[in-house]
């Protein structure tokens, strides 16, 4: 049984791990190498880097659709196909698993469609997220399920959290979904199209506090976005990313920060507290750290 594995980002790590424990992974796709720093450093995807210390042949294409990269991995001839937080799969590389490509989603399906599930679920106030196996097809993230893993959503939790709750779940589904596969006893269910809703990519545009809303969206607003994006206001002519913010009963008008012994923002008909926080060209900080060294505007608009 042959596997060829499709991933990225950390996220992905574990899953490769478990199923090179239990299955040839024949191949690794992954990005190319960048440079990075001012020294210009080739740096390596972290699947790519477990993949060496793996000792599984790596593949990089800087299009999907080239054709020496389709020939080396049709000579392949996976059975297989796991995709990871990776890019969007032509048809002619997804087809070539003998017997399925599948794709595991960091939402459940049809629910947030789209690049960033994780952080719009914490951005809508939901209170359940999950996981979702489904096999590739043309439209993305529109194919049919497989499995579902299911995960509770606790208070204040932020998407960075999320990742890192689902980060082994989606292992222990990969492994599940190529048995499934390999059993060939299931039915694949079709997505219900009235169901869906959508989780486009977030532009930094979108990542600016707003004050004009409601305290309740705007706490989402800020755990869905951290730690990356994150949310951001503005002290002074510094960038403030507000990595963390509760609910305070304190009380302060609409639109306006004061920053005392506590760091508050108002909102309408509520106001929260931050509690964790980066300053433009320092590390994240607790709030404590951030008022015993500010010396900075107390109080004002945002």
Known sequence: M?????????????????LANHF?????VTVPDREKGRGRKVSYSPV???????????????SLKDEE????????????????????????????????????????????????????AIMAGDKKSGLTSFILKKQVDTGDILLKKEVEISDNMTAGELHDLLMPIAADLSLETINLLISGDYDALTQDESLVSPAPKIFRDECKINSNVNYIIAKNHILGLSPYPAAFMFLE???VKILKAEISEENIEC?????????????????LEVTELKVQGKQATKVKDFLNGWRGVKEGKF
């Open 255 to 271: 639109g306006e920060f004061k920053i005392s012994n506590k760091f508050l923002l108002g909102f309408e008909e509520g106001t």
């Open 48 to 62: 790519k880097e477990k993949a060496i210390e793996l000792g599984i042949p790596v593949l990089q294409a800087n």
């Open 24 to 28: 040839e992974v024949a191949a690794v």
């Open 2 to 18: 042959k596997i060829v594995f499709m991933g990225t980002p950390e996220f992905a790590v574990p899953s490769l791990e478990k």
């Open 69 to 120: 990269f389709i020939n080396e991995l049709k000579s392949i001839n996976p059975d297989i196909i796991c995709v990871i937080a990776f890019r969007i799969l032509p048809e002619a590389v997804y087809s070539i698993a003998k017997i399925a490509s599948f794709n595991i989603h960091g939402s459940l399906l049809p629910k947030y469609r789209g690049a960033a599930p994780i952080n719009r």
């Open 237 to 239: 002519e510094s960038e």
